[in-house]
C-alpha cells in the first residue's frame, strides 16, 4: 500500500468541480468536451478513484485548503478569503465535502478518524486481493490554518474530523509562510498551544524555515512536513518553500516524516511547464537524501500533492496518474534500498504517525 500524505481532493471538488470518484481519464475527458479553463491553470488531472485503487494508495490526507484573495490570479475566479471569517466558511465547507463524499460513496472514500477505523481499513486493504474495489482512507488536513477563528474551536474541527493542521500556506497571522517570511506569532504560539492541547498532528510544511524551528521546539506532539522537498538539493533556489538540513535534522529527531513532492519545479527550480520531464529518479534523489541526512528510511514518505496546482503535464516521466507512484520501487530497490525500506517509505512512516495522532474510539 502506498499513503499519500498531501492531496487537495476537496480543494479540487470545490473549486474546478472535479468528480474524484471517477478516474483522472475521465476526468480530463469530461474537462476537454467542456472547454474548461481548469488544465490551463491546475494542469492535467492525476487523481481519481479507479487511479487510487490501481496504485494501491489506500491512504490519503486529503487537505482542507484555501487562499487569501490578494494571492489569487485575477483570471481565475477561484473562491478565496478576505478575513477569517469567509477563511472559516470555506474550510468548513470543504470538511463539508469529505463527509458527503464518504456518506455519499461509502464503497468508494471513507475518513480516517479514530485507531479503530484506521485498524479495520487496513484489515480490509490486507484482506482483499489487490484488485478488488475498496474504499479509500481519508485522513483531514488542514492546509493554512486561517479557518480557525480562534483556538477555542480547535475542539470542533477536532470533533468533525480534522487530524492534522498545518498553521501557514502563505503567511497567515499565525507565522510566516512561502514567500512571506517571519517568526510564529502570538497568535501562532497560542494556536499550537490549543492543538497540542487537543491533540493535533503539526505540518511544518510552507511555514518559514524560522518559524518551523520554533515549532519544532515548542510543539510537544507529533510533528510532520506533508509535502516538502530538501533545499540541500535547490540550491539556485531562494525560495523559503523547501527545508533546509537543520530542519530535516531535527524533524528526524523528534520522529517526523517528510513528504517528498514528485513536482518537478520542487525537483529542479529551473524546470518550466512545456520543458522536457525530469527522470523519475530525481524523486529518489530527493528520498535517498532524506535517508542519507537523517541516517535511515524511517523519516520520508510521499506527499504528492497532485493536482495541487500541477498536473500530470509538470511531472517527471513516467508519472500520469497517482498509480505511477508504484514505479519508484524497482528505482529504490536499484538504488540499494530493502523491501522493508521501502514499505516504510510507501507507507509504514506515515501510518506509525497517523496511530499516533487518532484516538481510540469512544466506548
Ligand atoms: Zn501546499
Known amino acids: 500500500m502506498i499513503i499519500d500524505a498531501h492531496e487537495d481532493i476537496a480543494w479540487n471538488m470545490l473549486a474546478y468541480g472535479r468528480d474524484y470518484t471517477r478516474s483522472a481519464y475521465e476526468i480530463r475527458q469530461q474537462e476537454a468536451q467542456t472547454h474548461s479553463e481548469t488544465p490551463r491553470y491546475n494542469g ?4 481519481g478513484y479507479t487511479n487510487w485503487l490501481q496504485g494501491q494508495v489506500g491512504i490519503v490526507f486529503g487537505t482542507l ?22 477563511a472559516h466558511r470555506l474550510y468548513r465547507h470543504e470538511l463539508g465535502l469529505y463527509h458527503r463524499l464518504a456518506a455519499e460513496h461509502p464503497d ?6 479514530t485507531r479503530q477505523e484506521l485498524n479495520a481499513h487496513i ?24 479557518g480557525v477563528r480562534a483556538p477555542d474551536e ?13 498553521p501557514a500556506w502563505v503567511g497567515t497571522r499565525f507565522c510566516g509562510g512561502t514567500g512571506e517570511p517571519g517568526p510564529l506569532t502570538p497568535e501562532g504560539d497560542a494556536l499550537l498551544r490549543g492543538m497540542a492541547e ?13 518559524a518551523a524551528r520554533q515549532a519544532l521546539e515548542t510543539y510537544p506532539r507529533g510533528v510532520i512536513a506533508s509535502h516538502a522537498n530538501p533545499a540541500a538539493l535547490l540550491p539556485q533556489s531562494r525560495s523559503n518553500r523547501f527545508l533546509p538540513d537543520d530542519v530535516i535534522t531535527r524533524l528526524a529527531e523528534r520522529d517526523g516524516v517528510i513528504g517528498v513532492v514528485p513536482y518537478n519545479r520542487f525537483l529542479d527550480t529551473a524546470w518550466r ?57 524497482p528505482l529504490l530497490h536499484a538504488r540499494g ?27
Open 65 to 86: 485548503f484555501a487562499g487569501p484573495a490578494r494571492k489569487r490570479n485575477p483570471e481565475r475566479r477561484v473562491p478565496a478569503y478576505e478575513t477569517p471569517d469567509e
Open 108 to 113: 468508494k472514500f471513507r475518513l480516517l478518524r
Open 44 to 47: 492535467q488531472a492525476m487523481l
Open 337 to 363: 534500498y530493502t523491501n522493508d525500506d521501502i514499505a516504510a517509505i510507501f507507507a509504514h512512516n506515515w501510518l506509525r504517525k497517523i496511530r499516533e495522532v487518532l484516538p481510540s474510539a469512544a466506548a
Open 154 to 166: 480547535l475542539p470542533v474541527w477536532w470533533e468533525d474530523g480534522v487530524r492534522i493542521i498545518g
Open 198 to 210: 487537543v491533540g493535533f498532528l503539526l505540518d511544518l510544511s510552507h511555514m518559514d524555515p524560522q
Open 123 to 146: 484489515g480490509q486493504w490486507k484482506g482483499a486481493p489487490a484488485d478488488a474495489a475498496k474504499p479509500i482512507g481519508l485522513v483531514v488536513l488542514m492546509e493554512g490554518a486561517e
Open 273 to 329: 511547464r512545456g520543458d522536457p520531464p525530469l527522470p523519475l529518479s530525481k524523486v529518489v534523489e530527493h528520498i535517498d537524501y532524506i535517508c542519507q541526512r537523517t541516517g535511515s528510511s524511517r523519516h520520508v514518505g510521499i506527499g504528492s500533492d497532485f493536482d495541487g496546482g500541477f498536473g500530470a503535464e509538470s511531472t517527471p516521466e513516467g508519472l500520469d496518474t497517482v498509480a505511477d507512484l508504484q514505479k519508484l520501487a
